[in-house]
């Protein structure tokens, strides 16, 4: 089976600081990384994504990168706050079709 | 475009019963996608359709699940019976990418279901 595997299940980051989710999957057919945002109660958001020939991304505070040959990505959120605290899905679509697989979710919570 | 908008926002029934939820996708978008959500197994994909078509239902847990999309702007997911194990959020969500443009899924709220 497919997967994607995604670190940490928490984090706990000071205000200001860097947030860094890291991620990693087993199957060389991906072709497109999304990650999502997650407030209580809604639904996944798409935030920011990567295809595999890119390796870094950045829209505002937030940054992807992705190692190819180590088959990991990752998100950065510089300068955290407290309104980033959600649950972040790190995500991969199949090149042979268009099923997503997510992973397990890092729960962040930015104190003020 | 009012978004992904599924159908009820709670729902709460009785083991045994007949569970439907309902969704509408963005116009225009040819994918819709069922998931749920548990805090034990995260999000799994249970069916997705293109252009209507049921493609992949690999992820339907057992026969008392069934996913339609009569046309391009409704799709019902629906359990008989439900057991309280069917217990999670179910989200609907469509996308409107292309094998060379991907674009992400845009997720409905979704739909809280407690089987009692």
């Known amino acids: 089976q497919q997967q994607v595997k995604q670190s940490p299940q928490s984090l706990i980051v000071q205000k200001g600081g860097i947030s860094i989710i890291n991620c990693a999957y087993e199957?060389?057919?991906?072709?497109?990384f999304p990650w999502y945002q997650q407030f209580p109660g809604k639904g996944p958001a798409l935030l920011i994504a990567?295809?595999?020939?890119?390796s870094e991304k950045k829209e505002g505070r937030f940054t992807i990168s992705f190692n190819k040959s180590a088959k990991q990505f990752s998100l950065h959120i510089m300068d955290s706050q407290p309104g980033d605290s959600a649950t972040y899905f790190c995500?991969?679509?199949?090149?042979?079709?268009?099923?997503?697989?997510f992973g397990a979710g890092t729960r962040l919570f930015v104190k003020a | 475009d009012a978004g992904v908008i599924q159908s009820p926002r709670h729902e709460v029934t009785e083991m045994g019963q007949e569970v439907t939820l309902r969704c509408k996708p963005i116009?225009?978008?040819?994918?819709l996608f069922w998931y749920r959500q548990t805090m034990m197994r995260g999000l799994e994909l249970l069916i997705y359709?293109?252009?209507?078509?049921?493609?992949?239902d690999s992820g339907m847990p057992e026969d008392r699940f069934s996913a339609k999309m009569p046309n391009a702007s409704f799709s019902t997911l629906k359990i008989q019976p439900s057991e309280p194990r069917d217990s999670a959020v179910y989200f609907c969500?469509?996308?409107?990418?292309?094998?060379?443009?991907?674009?992400?899924?845009?997720f409905g709220s979704g739909t809280r279901l407690t089987v009692v």
């Open positions: 199957n060389t057919a991906f072709d497109y």
């Open positions: 116009s225009g978008h040819d994918y």
């Open positions: 990567i295809r595999p020939d890119v």
């Open positions: 359709f293109n252009n209507n078509v049921p493609i992949d």
């Open positions: 969500a469509s996308s409107g990418e292309t094998a060379s443009l991907p674009r992400g899924y845009t």
């Open positions: 995500a991969a679509r199949g090149s042979g079709g268009f099923k997503t697989i």
